[in-house]
């Protein structure tokens, strides 16, 4: 980790313009270091907007801009690089940034050290990400006719992305042959992006006789995504002096790899929107949106979708209750659809490889990818009644919100028996309910002449039931490889959406209790290495087998409360906002632990709670011992029971709160009296200082219970940290000049 990371980021933006053309534009400059070492990022923008009046009714808007950005990443990856830090010790001192070739001095013994680790590549880390993207977007805008009942608008937008991936692996860190053949890797990767879009709709607006108020749009709208890339890995040179540079200096070129894809999207829409007297307001939607990342007789949707609101502020007989600014009632019902699961996956996929035949080698081809032309879209239908109330002149504003949806299709990657030959499918495997309440509301507390105070405060309950899984009791979400090797995370029937499964345990207590567990007696009759103080896997079932039947739902990774509560004081030229956010109820699989929790005997570091693990007594030393932790005895046997029981098998000591409340932002600011920044020449003059994530108050013994895990942010993914990149705290010095 770095002390401090830096970051300077710098805009400068000129606007102005006529009547019947305006300009807007703006170039940046963004230098950030991560908070581990090896990691920044660079970009340097430009961008452009124009607003021209053709004609009294045409209309033009021209938007562009375009970037180039750089960042550097750490060859092992960042959740590698996290683990491997955790994991030292803390009595030595890795140096290989200074020594440049993978070792460290043991501060114990003075002796050089290979450390030949995730740690060796993270500090001698040589990869970046370069990349150049640019968006051009045009809406062009004709009322029909004179009095601007009918107007058409048409928007048309194109995007081209450019990347290159450069990653080199020193061979000086390592020390062996044998792993320079295998580490010692150069990478280039290059791929291409473009994608068009183009939406057009006709627009109706019309207000009858003062009280009638009718809008109509009619549309289309089509967008193309396409890509394109080549990548190739080098391995063994002779010298690093290459990197990335010379791939022919290389000793082995591995098979050069090659990708295409493309996603359309086609859609046609319409709506209506009908307004009596400001009091009653109608609306009523229908969407065909077609994806072609499904079968060729399931890629259209349909989405219906209508609302009703009753302003009944506006009523004449609740006009004379003056302490009521704002109600209003309001139902909606809607259908939604989604088709997030990747591309081609209703195709079956062939891959290329190599086969011998007689000594001889030869090109083949084989299903990488079993297809399901079946694949659909899938749905969610909502059902949403709300009120909305103003009071006191609207100094109190609040919303309230109840909803259910009814998720149909429910699309994931269907893990399949390995016996099959394939390890997954993308499938709709069931439906999912979910229900809440959301509230928020808005208070002006004080409001005076050079002083104000307001607050902002949400919260919302969600609880979600899987009640279909297409015949099946459980579908695995999320499996972890790395040694590992189980499955976490499921949809179970009847739980909550990402629900937890694995092992409860407790600690033998004593002899009786180990000769009593019938578990143990897997070991050696002769030789029992299961002793008091060990980890005791409950038998749920009470067969006298540890097995997968013995598994129990340890929590659900989605919490059940989540909001945020926001204070702004003003008081003359100064402003000042703190932001907290909460989550209450979410559990965490907290994989940090198969490392750091694995009470054996070695070289990791491990949780300062292991201080406090079970000691048995020891008459030699005249240790009294302590029983009364609840963490067990640390254990290096490695027998059949024991390896059970030390080894990483999923258990409760796994999954950890995810409750937090957190003080997310504070921010003051100042703004200089106009009298005094035209004096040095400037129109506006705003000094500010942010502080990001300042205080979190958790028992989460992670980085991050907000955690953003490195193995993804999906449904499948929830609630699993895998050594995620650190939340940083972050202080920010901000000047906004005006000319």
């Known amino acids: 980790l770095r002390d401090m990371a830096q970051r300077h980021n710098y805009t400068v933006s000129l606007q102005g313009g006529s009547k019947d053309m305006r300009y807007y534009i703006s170039g940046g400059y963004l230098n950030e270091q991560g908070i581990l070492q090896n990691s920044s990022n660079e970009r340097l923008n430009f961008s452009t907007k124009f607003n021209m009046n053709l004609s009294p009714r045409l209309h033009l808007d021209v938007k562009g801009s375009i970037s180039r950005q750089q960042t550097e990443k750490i060859s092992s990856g960042y959740s590698g690089a996290t683990m491997r830090m955790l994991m030292l010790k803390p009595t030595g001192k890795v140096n290989g940034t200074d020594l440049g070739d993978g070792t460290y001095i043991d501060e114990e013994t003075g002796e050089i050290l290979n450390i030949n680790t995730e ?32 107007s058409f608008n048409s928007t048309v937008g194109y995007k081209f992305s450019n990347n290159n991936d450069y990653a080199y692996v020193l061979r000086s860190i390592y020390t062996k042959e044998s792993d320079i053949d295998k580490n010692n890797k150069a990478t280039r990767k290059t791929s291409q992006g473009i994608s068009w879009s183009n939406e057009n709709f006709i627009n109706y607006t019309r207000t009858f006789k003062k009280k009638h108020y009718l809008m109509w749009t009619l549309g289309q709208s089509w967008q193309r995504e396409q890509s394109e890339g080549f990548n190739v890995d080098v391995t063994r040179f002779d010298t690093d002096y290459f990197m990335w540079n010379n791939l022919g200096a290389g000793a082995y070129v591995s098979v050069p790899g090659s990708s295409y894809k493309a996603i359309t999207h086609s859609s046609f829409f319409t709506r209506a929107i009908y307004t009596y007297d400001q009091r009653f307001t109608f609306t009523f939607s229908l969407r065909a949106d077609g994806s072609s990342r499904f079968g060729e007789d399931s890629r259209y949707g349909y989405f219906p979708a209508a609302s009703i609101s009753w302003r009944m502020s506006k009523e004449k007989w609740l006009k004379k209750v003056r302490w009521i600014s704002e109600l209003k009632p309001r139902f909606s019902v809607g259908v939604t659809g989604n088709d997030r699961i990747g591309e081609y996956k209703a195709e079956t996929m062939l891959s290329s490889n190599k086969v011998l035949i007689n000594g001889q080698s030869y090109n083949s081809s084989t299903i990488s990818q079993i297809g399901n032309p079946n694949l659909q879209w899938e749905t969610t239908h909502e059902y949403n009644g709300g009120l909305d109330v103003g009071l006191f002149k609207n100094r109190i504003r609040f919303s309230l919100d109840a909803y259910y949806k009814k998720t149909y299709n429910l699309l994931y990657n269907y893990r399949l028996p390995l016996t099959t030959g394939y390890s997954q499918v993308s499938a709709n495997v069931g439906n999912i309910d979910n229900k809440g309440v959301e509230f928020e509301i808005h208070t002006r507390n004080i409001e005076h002449k050079n ?42 029937l009847g739980q909550p959406l990402g629900v937890i499964k694995g092992y409860e345990t407790e600690i033998y207590k004593s002899w009786d209790e180990v000769y009593a567990d019938d578990a143990v007696w897997v070991e050696d009759p002769l030789n029992i290495q299961t002793r008091p103080g060990m980890l005791k896997y409950v038998d749920q079932n009470g067969d006298g087998v540890i097995d997968d039947n013995d598994k129990v739902v340890l ?30 109820g979410g559990k965490i699989v907290n994989t940090n632990v198969t490392k750091l929790d694995t009470y054996q005997a070695g070289n990791n570091n491990s949780y300062a709670d292991a201080l406090g693990a079970w000691r048995p007594v020891n008459p030699i030393t005249g240790d009294q011992g302590w029983s009364g932790g609840t963490k ?30 957190r003080l997310k932002t504070l921010s003051l600011s100042y703004s200089v009296p106009e009298k005094f920044s035209r004096k040095i020449g400037m129109q506006r003059l705003v000094i500010s200082l942010k502080g990001t994530n300042l205080w979190t108050l958790t028992k989460y013994r992670g980085f991050d219970p907000e955690m953003s895990s490195s193995v993804g942010t999906s449904n ?24």
């Open 632 to 661: 067990p005895i640390p254990s290096s046997y490695s027998s059949q029971s024991t390896a059970r029981q030390y080894s990483q098998n999923v258990i409760d000591r796994w999954v950890e709160d995810g409750s937090y409340l």
């Open 716 to 739: 499948s993914t929830l609630g699993i940290d895998r050594s995620s990149y650190p939340a940083v705290k972050t202080f920010t010095f901000n000047l906004n000049i005006t000319f």
């Open 119 to 150: 740690a060796a590549k993270a500090m001698n880390s040589n990869q970046w990400n370069k990349r150049i993207n640019a968006d051009l977007n045009a809406v062009f805008r004709w009322d029909i006719d004179r009095k601007k009942y009918w």
């Open 451 to 492: 002083f104000s105070w307001n607050t902002d405060f949400n919260i919302a309950w969600n609880k979600s039931e899987v009640t279909d899984l297409g015949g099946n009791d459980n579908v695995v979400l999320y499996y972890m490889g790395n040694g590992v090797n189980q499955n976490i995370t499921y949809l179970l």
């Open 555 to 584: 929590g659900q990774a989605l919490p059940n409360i989540m909001g945020g509560f926001t204070n702004t004081f003003n008081y003359k030229n100064w402003s000042l906002t703190v932001f907290f956010n909460y989550a209450l």
